[in-house]
């Protein structure tokens, strides 16, 4: 008795296609290239994030191919927070990922501050840094007065490879008679590999503090005593290995802080804008994450930093900062944007943030 072995024609030309394929990839690649172009093909991605899926979030890896196994690409449901979104997330295991500041921040005498006479899109940053992932980082403002001749200020922490580029912002004054001195916040990979969210003061002599609660600084009431090795309490001398500051400390040890008051510095906290994020998980992922705003392209009006907050809480963070924002808001994934930025295009920044 014979077995019916027939082959329908669908049957045929899925396995023509499939070896097909598999002769491209021998023929026109290296050994290497065939390694890394077989084992990134979408079919052969077992899916490392389930929980994010779970709640809505899209997978979008085979859009920004090739990546590695341990970042991820999602985008998010349409609505989140019941508002419209248009939100984008990676997702990296820092076991495996680097994670970096790029920018060429430094001091400037003529200027007397941190900062660069020149500044980057995303794509420019990418161009010289063929990172998997980019994203803007913290906040700057440029100045043309006839002391900096036209200089691009940091406002923002930045720390690469242990050296302190830039510190955040010390002080705060809204008629330069008054004057605050709030502690700002960074997200950072400390020295022994960890990450983190703190708050950080730069004093006058040259010592750059962290702690573990901001000072409770309000507009409201007298300004505080200035930062210093006893005050907030539990100060230490910060210690990082790569860092990046912003505005608003959304996340720590698993709470919401959204701490926007008390660093006093304005990103429009309270109304919906174009976000940026950056986050560390408890099983040592960092997610970033990015948002349209301002109703460009659809992409709904963005969300309140209090909103974000509960955003990355929901992905897992543990701990998470609120980045620069607005029309800044970019975040590049093989080179290819995410998100539409608000500006209807790239916006120059100071400081950026890679993974790889």
């Given at each position: 008795?014979?077995?019916?072995?027939?082959?329908?024609?669908?049957?045929?030309?899925?396995?023509?296609?499939?070896?097909?394929?598999?002769?491209?990839?021998?023929?026109?690649?290296?050994?290497?290239?065939?390694?890394?172009?077989?084992?990134?093909?979408?079919?052969?991605?077992?899916?490392?994030?389930?929980?994010?899926?779970?709640?809505?979030?899209?997978?979008?890896?085979?859009?920004?191919?090739?990546?590695?196994?341990?970042?991820?690409?999602?985008?998010?449901?349409?609505?989140?927070?019941?508002?419209?979104?248009?939100?984008?997330?990676?997702?990296?295991?820092?076991?495996?990922?680097?994670?970096?500041i790029l920018g060429d921040v430094s001091w400037n005498d003529k200027a007397q501050?941190?900062?660069?006479?020149?500044?980057?899109?995303?794509?420019?940053?990418?161009?010289?840094?063929?990172?998997?992932?980019?994203?803007?980082?913290?906040?700057?403002?440029?100045?043309?007065?006839?002391?900096?001749?036209?200089?691009?200020?940091?406002?923002?922490?930045?720390?690469?490879?242990?050296?302190?580029?830039?510190?955040?912002?010390n002080y705060y004054s809204e008629d330069w008679v008054n004057f605050w001195y709030?502690?700002?916040?960074?997200?950072?990979?400390?020295?022994?590999?960890?990450?983190?969210?703190?708050?950080?003061?730069?004093?006058?002599?040259?010592?750059?503090?962290?702690?573990?609660?901001?000072?409770?600084?309000?507009?409201?009431?007298?300004?505080?005593?200035?930062?210093?090795?006893?005050?907030?309490?539990?100060?230490?001398?910060?210690?990082?290995?790569?860092?990046?500051?912003?505005?608003?400390?959304?996340?720590?040890?698993?709470?919401?802080?959204?701490?926007?008051?008390?660093?006093?510095?304005?990103?429009?906290?309270?109304?919906?804008?174009?976000?940026?994020?950056?986050?560390?998980?408890?099983?040592?992922?960092?997610?970033?994450?990015?948002?349209?705003?301002?109703?460009?392209?659809?992409?709904?009006?963005?969300?309140?930093?209090?909103?974000?907050?509960?955003?990355?809480?929901?992905?897992?963070?543990?701990?998470?900062?609120?980045?620069?924002?607005?029309?800044?808001?970019?975040?590049?994934?093989?080179?290819?944007?995410?998100?539409?930025?608000?500006?209807?295009?790239?916006?120059?920044?100071?400081?950026?943030?890679?993974?790889?």
């Open positions: 008795m014979f077995l019916n072995n027939k082959l329908k024609f669908t049957d045929v030309f899925f396995s023509v296609a499939v070896i097909s394929l598999f002769s491209f990839i021998t023929l026109s690649c290296s050994k290497g290239e065939k390694d890394s172009a077989w084992k990134n093909w979408p079919w052969t991605r077992e899916e490392t994030n389930p929980s994010i899926v779970t709640l809505g979030w899209t997978n979008m890896d085979t859009a920004y191919m090739p990546l590695p196994k341990y970042i991820s690409v999602y985008k998010s449901p349409e609505t989140l927070q019941n508002r419209t979104a248009t939100a984008f997330i990676t997702v990296a295991d820092m076991s495996k990922a680097t994670f970096n501050g941190f900062g660069a006479p020149t500044v980057k899109t995303p794509s420019q940053f990418y161009a010289g840094n063929k990172s998997y992932v980019i994203v803007n980082g913290g906040l700057f403002f440029w100045d043309n007065s006839a002391v900096s001749s036209g200089f691009y200020y940091s406002q923002s922490l930045a720390v690469r490879n242990g050296k302190l580029l830039a510190p955040n912002q709030p502690t700002v916040g960074a997200f950072c990979q400390m020295s022994d590999g960890s990450f983190k969210t703190t708050w950080t003061y730069y004093t006058e002599a040259g010592v750059n503090y962290s702690y573990p609660s901001p000072a409770a600084n309000d507009l409201g009431k007298e300004p505080l005593e200035v930062p210093s090795a006893s005050f907030p309490a539990g100060a230490e001398e910060f210690d990082a290995r790569q860092a990046i500051g912003g505005v608003t400390v959304l996340l720590k040890n698993g709470e919401i802080v959204n701490s926007y008051k008390e660093e006093m510095l304005d990103v429009s906290a309270d109304s919906p804008q174009p976000r940026s994020a950056i986050g560390i998980t408890s099983d040592n992922k960092m997610v970033i994450f990015v948002c349209q705003g301002r109703e460009v392209a659809g992409g709904g009006s963005g969300f309140t930093t209090a909103e974000e907050a509960a955003i990355m809480k929901s992905l897992g963070c543990t701990d998470a900062l609120n980045l620069d924002g607005g029309g800044s808001s970019c975040m590049l994934v093989n080179g290819k944007e995410t998100i539409t930025p608000s500006d209807g295009k790239e916006r120059a920044v100071l400081t950026a943030v890679s993974i790889n």
